[in-house]
């Protein structure tokens, strides 16, 4: 639903970026064409960054119940909410009010600033404060779990592609395999289950102990450090196996094409042919991958940070769906889809840069 | 020289015509099947796929109880008459993972099915037009991709609670489709400029035809490789939602099983059979459609096919 409203104006909106990019396709000159290749590109991004912001301001009023309902459904539970009350804490929540136009422009104006308003859950905190609170967590545990886990594994996928038929193919991939079909919260939860209860290795929840106070000390580092270990692990875990596999099977049909051979044949060395004639070209679709899984590092592990009870954005989103908290909700799908789109677009341009094929 | 020129070319033509006819869909049923059966690790994941299904079909009549009859023992360890034990409800385990099959199979063929095609049409006519087509296509595939999978899913199923499993399918096939849509569309780049295509294109071939009968064999093994992975992602996801209790709580399924049996503290009551077999079933169910991914290499490309060294 929200898609099909979103793209016609989108198909409008394209319009004025359009003769940029189609004249310098016709130019000669090859940095006038990556310019336009760039120039429409970018025309892309702003106006895919608009529908996204529309779609998170549509989806809650495409849902059944309005935020402000659930709002006051929770203050009704505690006795009943005289008139007075409803208006006082309708005002203090900043619940929409208008029509829908000037609910969106109102929206537009708080995503500009950045101003997201109260959350319901955890009153009187701001959305904003909430966010930067969990924000360093979430970037440090996932955002190096991830680099580890592609540079890891792609360079696991070149091997096994390379030494196709031997154990160093085998075993990389049954194993990566196997790894990557295990529900991430499941082996959080066995994490959790053996070395936190059984064995009591570390600690079963939380990202520092009760009596630490967040600082930049190398106390608290470590104590940090001590509780990322099992939400890192499992994520290192449940990931490694994807980036082993994309690279491998990507590899093997880059290892089937004719200048692959016809570089054998030229009797170059074999390390040279893996590295610099067919990875190159096969590192493409997981590059692709590696960064949408980047700007997905921001959304953080939503399953194994509610195992861990870590307090990353994935838990604040866990915890806001829970609460039906709507601000917070709202505030943490955008910034989780725009750092996605970011990505993205930063991947287009490489993408472009790295095969210039799809520059055309 | 000249002479002998026109027999030799009705010669070649006449071959050339029976091939050009396409081989009936069945014929390309079985020819994918037995490819994928003559891999060893397909074979593997094949065998287990058969398991899990006939599992699941029979469930009512392998079962040893109903998946919600209760009233027995509640939390008890593995016995003769429970071998799995009971549930903190008092329910037995071992029925429930048999039922909580039928679940994860259903939503991961239906979602799986439903995104590949999705992820077909759209990849495939992406990869091949140029301009202004190709641009809102991207848009449109962009929005898609942008919004991340797991946060959307949680989102709507938040705002939909307590949709069931029809809620969960289609929630995981508009966050799905798109990442098949993708890979597709980069395949298809890079098949369009080969010499084959080029020569349907001077040959006058609609580009309907191009793309999905020139183009789209050569990535045959990219499409039932992507119906596998959706199916994999569906079964996956279905199982996290239902973990986080955002499902349909009372339907029977292996990631309701893990939402109650978190909730009902079996970590530390030490029940690891409640928290170590539904999980384990997920993972190996995953496992053999990934398995089966293996033998998918050869489809398209003979070299592939093991046994066969280059």
């Known amino acids: 639903m929200t898609s099909t409203t979103a793209a016609p104006r989108g198909v409008d909106g394209l319009a004025p970026t359009r003769p940029g990019p189609t004249d310098a396709a016709h130019a000669p000159s090859p940095i006038v064409t990556s310019l336009g290749f760039v120039a429409r590109k970018l025309g892309l991004f702003a106006l895919t960054l608009w529908a996204a912001v529309t779609v998170n301001f549509l989806l809650p009023r495409l849902m059944p119940g309005t935020p402000a309902d659930a709002a006051l459904a929770k203050l009704a539970q505690n006795g009943p909410v005289t008139e007075a009350t409803k208006a006082a804490i309708e005002a203090q929540l900043g619940v929409p ?78 194993v990566g395999s196997f790894m990557s079909a295990f529900p991430y919260f499941w082996t959080a939860l066995l994490l959790l289950f053996f070395a936190g209860y059984v064995l009591r290795l570390f600690p079963t929840s939380g990202a520092y102990g009760p009596t630490a106070q967040p600082n930049l000390s190398f106390e608290f580092f470590g104590d940090a450090l001590y509780h990322g270990v099992l939400p890192a692990l499992t994520i290192l875990i449940t990931s490694l196996g994807g980036w082993i596999l994309g690279m491998r099977n990507t590899m093997i049909s880059t290892l089937g094409d004719d200048y692959v051979t016809f570089a054998e044949a030229n009797g170059l060395k074999p390390r040279t042919i893996a590295l610099r004639y067919a990875a190159r070209n096969a590192i493409l679709p997981n590059l692709t991958s590696f960064g949408l899984a980047l700007g997905g590092v921001v959304g953080g592990s939503i399953l194994v940070e509610q195992v861990f009870g870590y307090p990353g954005i994935g838990y604040l989103l866990f915890n806001a769906v829970t609460n039906q908290d709507y601000p917070l909700m709202q505030a943490l799908f955008l910034m989780i889809t725009v750092s996605v789109l970011i990505a993205n677009f930063l991947v287009d341009i490489l993408y472009g840069v790295l095969d210039p094929r799809t520059r055309r | 020289m000249t002479t002998s020129l026109p027999p030799t070319t009705a010669a070649i033509r006449a071959p050339l015509s029976t091939i050009d006819a396409a081989p009936s869909p069945w014929k390309v049923v079985v020819r994918v099947a037995s490819t994928v059966w ?57 029925s429930q993972l048999l039922y909580g099959a039928q679940i994860s199979i259903f939503v991961g063929l239906v979602a799986g099915l439903l995104s590949t ?61 798109a990442w098949g849509a993708r890979v597709l569309r980069s395949q298809t780049q890079s098949l369009r400029s080969r010499d084959f295509v080029t020569a349907a294109v001077f040959s006058g071939e609609r580009p309907f035809r191009i793309v999905f009968r020139e183009i789209l064999p050569n990535m045959t093994s990219l499409i039932v490789g992507n119906f596998f992975g959706a199916a994999t992602a569906a079964i996956l996801a279905e199982a996290g939602l239902e973990f986080l209790g955002l499902g349909d709580s009372t339907v029977v399924s292996w990631g309701t099983m893990l939402f109650w049996a978190q909730n009902s503290n079996a970590l530390l009551t030490g029940q690891w059979a409640l928290l ?35």
Request: net charge neutral; glycine share 12%.
């Open chain 2, 38 to 94: 003559s891999n060893g690790k397909a074979r593997i994941g094949l065998v287990m796929l058969a398991v899990f299904i006939l599992l699941a079909i029979f469930a009512p009549l392998i079962a040893p109880y109903g998946a919600r009859e209760t009233g027995f023992e509640r939390s008890a360890d593995g016995s003769a008459a429970h071998w799995l034990g009971t549930t903190a409800a008092g329910e037995d385990v071992l």
């Open chain 2, 276 to 310: 170590f077999a539904p999980g384990l079933c997920i993972a190996l169910l995953a496992t053999s459609l990934t398995l089966i991914n293996f033998g998918v290499d050869g489809i398209s490309n003979p070299r592939l096919r093991e046994g066969t060294k280059k």
């Open chain 2, 117 to 177: 095609i999705i992820a077909v049409l759209i990849g495939l006519s992406w990869g091949y037009v140029r301009g202004f087509g190709a641009d809102v296509i991207n848009f449109v595939v962009n929005l898609f991709l942008v919004i991340p999978g797991l946060p959307l899913m949680i989102v709507i199923a938040a705002y939909l609670s307590g949709g069931g499993i029809g809620m969960i399918i289609v929630v995981v096939v508009i966050t799905g489709w």
């Open chain 1, 97 to 174: 009010t208008g029509n829908i136009v000037e609910q969106y422009f109102a929206y537009l104006h708080q995503v500009v600033t950045l101003d997201f308003g109260i959350s319901y859950t955890f009153y009187p905190q701001s959305v904003g404060e909430l966010v930067s609170a969990a924000l360093p967590y979430t970037l440090v545990l996932v955002g190096l779990v991830t680099v580890v886990a592609f540079i890891l594994g792609t360079l696991l996928g070149v091997l096994a592609a390379w030494k196709r038929g031997t154990w160093l193919d085998s075993v990389p991939t049954l």
